[in-house]
C-alpha cells in the first residue's frame, strides 16, 4: 500500500507567464491592427485539447510525479524502520515494564513526526501541482484576453472538439452534454492558442543558446 494512501489519494497535473513575453505579444498584435481586424463577438478553445498538448505542462508534471515517487520510496522506508523499532520492543522487553514503556515512547514520537512529515509532503506536492495548473490557467487566460481585445470579442467558450463514435458512447454523452451545437471553424481559437504556447515555449531554449 502505497505511503500516501495514509492520508488521501493524490490528485494528478511551467513556467509563469512573463509580462516581457506578453508585451511582445501585444505588440504583434498591436502591429497587425491597422489593418481593421474583422469582428469576433464570440469565440471557442477546447481547453482540454490544450492542457493535453500544452509543450510544458506535461513534463512538469512528471517532473513532480518522480519527485512525489522517490520521497514516497523515503517515507516507505521510514515507516518500516519505525514497525522494525516495534517488533524489537516487543523482543526485548516486556509489555508494561518501566524499559518497555520508555521506548514505546521514544518510538511514538518518531511516529508522530513521520505523520507529520507524511503531511507535509503531501501539502508541498498539491501546492507544485496547483501552481502548474494556475500558470497554465493564467497562461492561456492572458493570451484569450490578448486576442479578445484585438478582435473585439466579448464572450470566449470552452467547447470540446471531440467527435461522435457510435463505438464509444462515452463520445455520445460528452457531445450531447455540450451547449454549443454548432460553431464556425473560423472562431476556434485553440490552435492558435497552442501555436502561442508553443512559442513562449520555444523562447527560452532560444536566448540559451546565444
Known amino acids: 500500500m502505497r505511503v500516501w494512501s495514509l492520508i488521501a489519494a493524490t490528485i494528478l497535473s511551467i513556467g509563469t507567464f512573463s509580462s516581457q513575453v506578453m508585451a511582445q505579444a501585444e505588440g504583434a498584435a498591436g502591429a497587425t491592427a491597422g489593418a481593421a481586424a474583422p469582428k469576433v463577438i464570440v469565440a471557442v478553445v477546447d481547453i482540454g485539447h490544450i492542457l493535453k ?40 522487553y516486556t509489555e508494561g515494564s518501566p524499559e518497555y514503556e520508555a521506548a514505546e515512547k ?50 470566449v467558450i470552452r467547447v470540446s472538439r471531440e467527435k461522435m463514435d457510435p463505438k464509444k458512447p462515452e463520445t455520445i454523452q460528452m457531445v450531447m452534454g455540450q451547449d ?10 485553440t490552435e492558435w492558442v497552442l501555436g502561442q504556447l508553443a512559442q513562449t515555449a520555444s523562447r527560452p531554449a532560444a536566448a540559451a543558446q546565444r
Not at 498539491?126 to 492572458?142: F, L, R, S
Open 53 to 92: 498538448n500544452h509543450p510544458t505542462m506535461k513534463g512538469q508534471m512528471e517532473a513532480i510525479q518522480a519527485s512525489m515517487t522517490a520521497a514516497d520510496e523515503e517515507m516507505g522506508q521510514r515507516r518500516d524502520a519505525i514497525l522494525k523499532e516495534m517488533n524489537q520492543l516487543r523482543e526485548q
Open 106 to 155: 521514544k518510538i511514538a514520537e518518531k511516529d508522530t513526526e513521520f505523520r507529520l512529515s507524511l503531511i507535509k509532503k503531501k501539502k508541498e506536492f498539491d501546492e507544485a501541482q496547483a501552481q502548474v495548473i494556475y500558470n497554465v490557467y493564467t497562461q492561456i487566460n492572458g493570451l484569450l484576453k490578448m486576442a479578445s481585445d484585438h478582435y473585439g470579442t466579448q464572450l
Open 180 to 189: 454549443v451545437l454548432y460553431y464556425s471553424p473560423n472562431v476556434d481559437w
